[in-house]
């Protein structure tokens, strides 16, 4: 099989495009969390309503997914991403026209669908195009680009928001990401191995059938929904905390901790190049544990620890965000599209759900009660890695020096 080759042209544009890959969808996705409190306001509804305007984009995301990795096989992973943001940035300009709370969540419901066909897809280009000794080092440049798509898109609305509106903000959001939209399209490689397949949907569901069956992959689906239920909820109410005494912060001064992503941008890269020296499975379990330490220091009620915290959270997360996501792609040796959607299905199902219900945990203890819950999402991920460690590793995993699989990513 041919593989694009470190140090080639085409290696240094995949990894730009695959960052602007990453950062479009993301910084359209999460434009709403910073304004939650200002829907809630604006059109009077509760705090898991406001919620609504992220949740719903990230459920339909997730029940998209299913269907867009077997459509890109049909005309093409570059094309249907191109088409999937062009779209995306549109209906992000579309919701900043919304005359109300309704017309703003049909949007965002349509925004959701139409974001599906990046996420999954970039995740079966990098399984296809790169050697899997380089696929977690690759990974780590996209999930980089979704921290970075995800800070941009909370801190450009939040400064906006504070200088016009929030209808503004979302417009200029829209045309800026259509600009990058267009660098993508032209940075990105075609697959050197694709071939575009009129498979019939008894396959597909053969496909998904058949990793569902892979236990190696159920413990990565679940993985997702609770690491992302737990991001998700996190960040959802941390802006209902501080606009709130003693604290008082403006949209701007909000948008602007969201800064705190480069924590992950850095870390995902960063952990990436680790598991590929020690091993996924010793990393995975340290960016989980930080992400828990993250999580207990924002209970300290200062806001510095507020914000060391949420940092802490942010590098743990993104690096075993970055971990799992290449694990999925070593584990599903066929089909990798079908595999990334399902582990995507599940990861934005963690932030649709969770997400939303993390609402009810804030309206009725307040702070403690959303880390608490975080704190619970997270210790029970913790304990399927631990699990997964001492039932099924592999006695003589290697580093990546001697073996290119680590113990996830040895076949069923």
């Not at 867009?68 to 005309?75: K, N, P, T, V």
């Not at 570059?78 to 309704?102: D, E, H, R």
């Not at 380089?134 to 780590?140: K, L, R």
């Not at 009810?360 to 890695?385: K, M, P, R, T």
Request: net charge positive; aromatic share 14%; with cysteine.
């Amino acid at each position: 099989m041919s593989y694009i080759q470190p140090g080639t042209k085409e290696y240094k544009r995949s990894k730009v495009a695959l960052f602007i890959a990453g950062l479009v969808p993301f910084a359209m996705i999460y434009t709403t969390q910073p304004t939650m409190p200002l829907f809630a306001d604006e059109f009077n509804v509760s705090a898991p309503v406001a919620s609504l305007t992220l949740s719903l984009t990230t459920g339909l995301l997730a029940i998209t997914l299913i269907i867009a990795g077997s459509i890109s096989e049909r005309i093409g992973i570059k094309q249907m991403m191109v088409v999937s943001m062009v779209l995306t940035s549109i209906l992000g300009i579309l919701s900043s026209l919304s005359p109300n709370f309704y017309t703003l969540l049909i949007f965002r419901t349509l925004l959701g669908v139409f974001v599906a066909g990046v996420p999954s897809i970039a995740m079966a280009y990098i399984g296809k195009t790169f050697h899997p000794l380089h696929t977690s080092m690759i990974m780590g440049f996209y999930i980089s680009g979704s921290s970075i798509g995800g800070m941009s898109g909370r801190i450009l609305t939040g400064l906006l928001t504070d200088f016009f509106t929030w209808r503004i903000a979302f417009a200029i959001t829209g045309i800026l990401t259509l600009i990058l939209c267009l660098i993508f399209w032209l940075t990105l490689p075609s697959p050197q191995t694709e071939t575009k397949d009129r498979v019939g949907w008894s396959s597909i569901w053969t496909s998904y059938k058949k990793h569902l069956m892979n236990k190696r992959l159920n413990y990565l689906f679940i993985l997702g929904f609770l690491l992302m239920g737990s991001f998700v909820s996190m960040y959802n109410y941390i802006g209902f905390l501080l606009v709130k005494p003693p604290y008082n912060l403006s949209q701007t001064v909000i948008g602007f901790i969201f800064i705190v992503y480069l924590c992950g941008t850095f870390s995902s890269i960063y952990m990436g190049k680790k598991a590929s020296k020690y091993g996924n499975l010793l990393i995975l379990k340290l960016s989980i544990f930080i992400t828990i330490s993250g999580t207990i220091i924002t209970l300290f009620p200062t806001l510095i620890f507020k914000i060391v915290g949420i940092s802490v959270f942010t590098f743990g997360f993104f690096a075993s965000h970055s971990i799992v996501s290449a694990l999925v792609t070593e584990n599903a040796k066929e089909n990798k599209a079908q595999a990334s959607s399902l582990y995507l299905l599940f990861y934005y199902l963690g932030s649709s759900v969770v997400g939303s219900v993390g609402g009810f945990f804030w309206e009725q203890f307040l702070w403690f009660g959303v880390i608490a819950f975080n704190l619970c999402l997270l210790l029970v991920g913790l304990f399927l890695v631990f699990v997964r460690g001492t039932t099924n590793i592999v006695s003589n995993e290697h580093t990546i020096e001697n073996s290119n699989e680590s113990s996830w990513s040895q076949t069923e």
